[in-house]
């Protein structure tokens, strides 16, 4: 299974829904200077989600694993209108799930 295949199956176990890949978008997030995620976000259309009509997907390794990955996927919903948002709403709720504070 390739990867967009898997991000787009991933897309349907969670969303209920089809999907169709549109683009891969590069992104780097940095703060205070330093990256703290480089990676490709892909974009996905979504036929008939009721929220959104995109989703942005990636997926990474869980503790170094090469077997075992975890899929984050942001659904297009305003505030989070771009790939570098998704990214950026991503990492803030990793953190707050953390117990961090913003």
Same mark, same amino acid.
């Given at each position: 299974?390739?990867?967009?295949?898997?991000?787009?199956?991933?897309i349907?176990? #969670?969303?209920?829904?089809?999907?169709?890949? #549109?683009?891969?978008?590069?992104?780097?997030?940095?703060?205070?200077?330093?990256?703290?995620?480089?990676? #490709?976000?892909?974009?996905?259309?979504?036929?008939?989600?009721?929220?959104?009509?995109?989703?942005y997907?990636?997926?990474?390794?869980?503790?170094?694993?090469?077997?075992?990955?975890?899929?984050?996927?942001?659904?297009? #919903?305003?505030?989070?209108?771009?790939?570098?948002?998704?990214?950026?709403?991503?990492?803030?709720?990793?953190?707050?799930?953390?117990?961090?504070?913003?």
């Amino acid at each position: 299974m390739n990867y967009i295949t898997e991000l787009s199956d991933a897309i349907r176990r #969670v969303h209920h829904v089809k999907s169709r890949h #549109v683009k891969s978008w590069p992104v780097t997030e940095t703060y205070q200077g330093a990256i703290v995620w480089d990676g #490709v976000v892909e974009v996905f259309d979504l036929v008939g989600h009721p929220e959104a009509p995109r989703v942005y997907a990636w997926s990474h390794s869980i503790d170094g694993s090469k077997k075992s990955r975890r899929h984050v996927l942001v659904l297009h #919903v305003p505030p989070v209108t771009s790939p570098e948002f998704a990214v950026r709403t991503a990492i803030l709720r990793e953190f707050s799930d953390l117990g961090g504070t913003s």
